[in-house]
């Protein structure tokens, strides 16, 4: 078996892989792969692994390299659950193995997977759950499977109160989007991402009809959007955003329902609300309420030093917090734009 690295940007036998292969998700395609190099100048460092000229695996990984954090290789930054696509196990743990060599000739002080794999040299560095929720041709089904109370009853009272949403990719959209995100992001005590990162997903996967940006309008004012990936039978709830006036009016669950419905006429059979901290009950009890299987998500780390300035560095995001909800937002937004590169 040959282990080499290839360019999934450029190189077709990549996508065409994945299109042959379950479990292929938006993360790994490349046009996800794409945004990530072009917003924070990561090296794509990704193999394949061949036998008689014929792919029996991929892993893909980017290269992180800062001052702040430390060198490691992940597979994938900013991307919730992403991990090696074999046709068997022998072609998995090749392509692990050749890791430890390429960890040592790039300098890095670990690789990370963001998948639950075990194998020999590699140690759980966190835990999440994930939640999906099985799409089908029948939406009135699926929306019995909500709890009434939390999710059923919220959808409704949006419908009532006039709330419209709409699947957009304009310009205005994206813009609503960015700006919801950052107020969404400081009430939280987190810097937004680089607006670039967001018009760079417009470019190279909305405009190839791979997601879209769901809003959420009243009284003609856009109150609540969400962005979602989706490719292959998989759409992603990837990021959401909203005013306070959307808390009373429900209008976050009436664009997720209005994806959920999209999706559901349009033959996708899983809805992935991505990854919870075990520690955020009210997040992990919200995705609950959508009809959805949980799981456990663990990421795996190999190296003969963990280095933990990454780790570092988000636990000081969680520090200067109380700070965070209080600073103007374009100063938030320039530190942003400084800081997500190093915590990939």
């Not at 074999?86 to 692990?96: D, G, I, M, S």
């Not at 490719?231 to 994806?259: F, G, L, P, Q």
Request: glycine share 8%; charged share 20%.
């Amino acid at each position: 078996m040959n282990i080499f690295q290839i360019d999934p940007i450029s190189d077709p036998r990549w996508l065409n892989f994945l299109e042959n292969t379950p479990g292929a998700s938006i993360f790994h395609h490349p046009a996800w792969l794409n945004v990530l190099k072009e917003t924070y100048g990561y090296t794509p460092m990704c193999l394949a692994a061949t036998e008689a000229d014929s792919i029996l695996g991929v892993l893909p990984l980017m290269e992180v390299r800062s001052w702040l954090t430390g060198n490691r290789s992940v597979c994938l930054p900013f991307s919730d659950m992403c991990g090696a696509l074999v046709q068997n196990e022998p072609t998995l743990q090749a392509l692990l193995q050749y890791l430890e060599g390429l960890k040592n000739n790039r300098g890095s002080k670990y690789v990370e997977i963001r998948d639950s794999i075990v194998s020999d040299g590699f140690k759980t560095a966190a835990s999440y759950k994930m939640h999906r929720t099985q799409l089908g041709d029948d939406s009135n089904a699926l929306f019995k499977t909500f709890k009434k109370t939390q999710i059923q009853h919220s959808i409704i009272k949006a419908e009532k109160l006039g709330v419209l949403v709409e699947r957009r990719t304009d310009y205005e959209a994206l813009r609503s989007f960015i700006y919801l995100n950052a107020l969404t992001r400081r009430k939280h005590g987190v810097p937004p991402q680089p607006d670039s990162f967001f018009w760079n997903i417009a470019k190279k996967i909305f405009e190839f009809g791979h997601g879209f940006i769901g809003t959420a309008t009243l009284d003609g004012r856009i109150v609540a959007t969400a962005l979602f990936l989706h490719w292959n039978n998989t759409i992603v709830y990837k990021y959401s955003a909203s005013d306070e006036r959307a808390r009373s009016i429900n209008a976050s669950h009436a664009v997720i329902w209005d994806a959920m419905q999209w999706g559901c006429e349009n033959g996708f059979t899983v809805f992935d609300l991505g990854r919870s901290d075990l520690t955020n009950e009210g997040l992990l009890n919200f995705k609950r309420g959508w009809g959805s299987q949980e799981t456990d998500l663990f990421y795996v780390r190999h190296g003969s030093e963990i280095d933990d300035r990454a780790d570092n560095a988000t636990g000081m995001l969680e520090r200067l917090k109380p700070v965070i909800t209080r600073t103007p937002l374009p100063i938030l937004k320039l530190i942003g734009s400084k800081l997500y590169a190093h915590i990939g």
